[in-house]
């Protein structure tokens, strides 16, 4: 990369980081004056120097439909349906009203529910699942989801791809590195999970991915191309 290139970069991004900082300033501005005595993992999330002036959530005001109006006054079009839970659009009329109805009524934790119990089933007879557990969080559905297949099948280790994520509890915070041309699976965080004696995490085996391989060959994840990677990667694990 030449010496013009890097320039333009560097002025490219000081422009758009200034923009954005003006766009966005009461975001900005309460993550800043919240550091001290809220932990919130969003405010510094995929953090690089370069990118620090921007690294801090979008700070939501309300919502309806296909969009979003942040707390500065911007209207996005929101992609993402609250990471997919958003089937029906932003506050669709329906569950505002099932919502209000429950306010009313109540909200008792600890007991037993009329309406999940309906809801259950509802989702058998959508996924031919035979049973149906609910949880709070994908991080708990995750390590229940674990827990339940390591009973099943007496088998101990997980596979997952380096990159991927599955929640924030420890068994699944997992990085994949090399060293001394080893692929070894170490913990994203230090201490708080249990290492096997070569400071790896013992029943994790996280993956390289790599998009080039999924791309290549059909998309398909039983790909041809794809299964020697992973019988390779596999075979020192089962
Ligand atoms: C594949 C996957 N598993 C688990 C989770 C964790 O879900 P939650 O943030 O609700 O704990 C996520 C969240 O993005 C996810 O994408």
């Known amino acids: 990369m030449n010496q013009t290139t890097q320039q333009k ?17 009461k975001s900005k501005q309460i993550t800043q004056q919240s550091r001290p005595f809220f932990a919130d993992h969003k405010a ?20 309806v439909g296909s969009k979003i109006w942040d707390i500065d006054g911007n209207e996005y079009l929101d992609f993402s349906m609250g990471y997919g839970v958003n089937l029906f659009g932003h506050n669709p009329p329906f569950i505002k009203q099932a919502i209000e109805e429950q306010l009313d009524r109540g909200i008792h934790l600890g007991l037993g529910s009329e309406i999940a119990c309906e809801v259950a ?7 031919n699942m035979e049973r149906v557990a609910l949880s709070n969080t994908g991080t708990e559905a995750v390590m229940t989801a674990i827990r339940l297949a390591r009973t099943a099948t007496n088998r101990h280790k997980i596979a ?31 201490i708080v999970t249990k290492l096997d004696r ?14 080039k391989i999924l791309i290549k060959g059909d998309l398909s994840p039983s790909t041809s191309r794809l299964q ?11």
């Open 9 to 25: 970069q560097q002025q490219y991004l000081q422009k758009f980081i200034h923009n954005y900082n003006q766009r966005t300033k």
């Open 44 to 63: 510094s999330i995929i953090f690089t120097v370069p990118f620090k002036e921007i690294c801090y959530p979008i700070a939501g005001d309300r919502s």
């Open 121 to 127: 089933q509802m989702i058998c007879e959508l996924t």
């Open 160 to 190: 997952l791809f380096s990159g991927s994520y599955h929640g924030h509890f420890d068994g699944t915070l997992v990085k994949a590195k090399t060293v001394d041309g080893i692929r070894q699976n170490l913990p994203l965080a230090k």
């Open 198 to 211: 070569l400071g790896q995490i013992a029943p994790v085996f996280c993956l390289f991915f790599s998009t």
């Open 228 to 238: 020697p990677l992973l019988a390779e990667s596999l075979s020192s694990f089962v």
